[in-house]
């Protein structure tokens, strides 16, 4: 990574765009102080193919690696359209640089999109175990936003699989479907 961006003078700026971590976090990554964990490096992995390559190694994963450079190498002979922009497989999204791109938005990909992320997941989960459980407790366990957490949970009212029972405050949301 930072051989990647290391010339960049914005590279601690875009790091943290990427990540959504302070400036001082990412400073500490670069210099070795500190490594990113958690909700970090998964986005650090989403954005960057060098940090990819370095845990899949690290982590003796032979055969993801491969399969990885396999489809690096076929990447230029099948284009994909992605939000109608017509891409290569691995290229950037055309939204990356945006600065009101959420990247926990799933309007942004719309491969999430059609799926439960693991926030809406552990987010149902709670709900069956524990009624009652609101945006603050993603926010809190997940270490985001509570404007994040509250996307999250009306994604799940728009798919339909919660909904919001009672008056607006002393009501709960309750899961329609298994």
Known sequence: ??????????????????????????????????????????????????????????AGRADVLELFYELRRDSTKSPIVRNGNLLRRGAPDANVNDPDRDPDDPKFDPDLADAIGPRQLWFLQELRRKPGTTAGDIAVFFGVSLKTAKRDIASLKQSELISYTGSHQKGHYVVLSQ
């Open 1 to 58: 990574m930072k051989s990647k961006l290391g010339s960049d003078p914005h590279s601690v700026q875009i790091i943290a765009n990427w990540t959504g971590a302070t400036e001082r976090t990412v400073n500490n990554w670069l210099s070795g102080m500190a490594g990113p964990n958690g909700l970090y490096l998964i986005r650090l992995l989403r954005k960057s193919e060098a940090i990819l390559e370095t845990v899949l190694g690290l």
